[in-house]
């Protein structure tokens, strides 16, 4: 079936390095995808999306990379703060407004 | 601009009882959808709503059902709570697909747990 998945659990990193968080999707279908960061006790955030016909999207200190070749996805934060820190989701979305999740990523950042 | 309110936050329901979550969407918002998140099955679909009608569903069973009022205010409703149905529901808005984005939105959601 459709599923989106993440390759790392967990990421630890440096205060002031960069971070790069990865997602495989199956679905080569899906042509919206975005990134959600989840703070405990929180709903979802987004943080940027990018549609299928890119391949490259940039926002504040955060860089999203579409390869639709291998159906792969990275959210990319430079600079990392410890504000952060919190689990990060991929999302797909195929046909109508349903999205699918990623299993997620937890992000530590260390001072 | 204020963002989704749900309520309630929190809820402790017990077994064969049934339960009603409100979601109300952003302003000028006209599709709502809603998710249950557990740390098992992570985030995953359950339906969505636009101008009252629903327009998607998640692989739920029957006792999970929603609707949408001319307000764009939403209700999902659980019957026959079942010890698994413990988790955080979130509710997300969008302007719908006839604005041409996907963006959605999501709420605080509703600690629901069931003894």
């Known amino acids: 079936g459709e599923s989106v998945g993440l390759h790392l659990p967990t990421l630890s990193v440096q205060e002031g390095d960069n971070s790069i968080i990865n997602c495989a999707y199956s679905?080569?279908?899906?042509?919206?995808f975005i990134w959600y960061k989840q703070e405990s006790g929180k709903g979802p955030q987004f943080i940027i999306d990018?549609?299928?016909?890119?391949d490259k999207r940039q926002g504040q200190r955060v860089t999203v990379l579409l390869n639709k070749t291998v159906k792969h996805l990275s959210l990319q934060i430079a600079a990392t703060q410890p504000g952060d820190s919190a689990v990060y989701f991929c999302?797909?979305?195929?046909?109508?407004?349903?999205?699918?999740f990623g299993g997620g990523t937890r992000v530590l950042v260390k001072p | 601009k204020a963002g989704v309110t749900q309520t309630p936050r929190y809820l402790i329901k017990t077994r064969g009882q049934q339960v009603t979550l409100s979601c109300s969407p952003i302003?000028?918002?006209?599709?709502v959808s809603w998710y249950q998140q557990t740390p098992g099955q992570g985030l995953q679909f359950l339906f969505e709503?636009?101008?009252?009608?629903?327009?998607n569903k998640g692989n739920f069973p029957g006792r999970f059902s929603g609707r949408q009022f001319s307000n764009s205010r939403s209700e999902m409703n659980v019957s026959t709570l079942e010890l698994g149905d413990s988790a955080l529901y979130l509710c997300?808005?969008?302007?719908?697909?006839?604005?041409?984005?996907?963006?959605?939105?999501f709420g605080p959601g509703t600690r629901l747990t069931v003894t």
């Open positions: 997300a808005s969008s302007t719908g697909p006839t604005q041409g984005t996907y963006e959605q939105y």
């Open positions: 679905n080569s279908a899906s042509d919206y």
């Open positions: 990018i549609r299928s016909n890119m």
């Open positions: 999302a797909e979305k195929a046909a109508g407004n349903k999205l699918t």
């Open positions: 302003s000028g918002h006209r599709s």
């Open positions: 709503y636009f101008s009252e009608t629903q327009r």
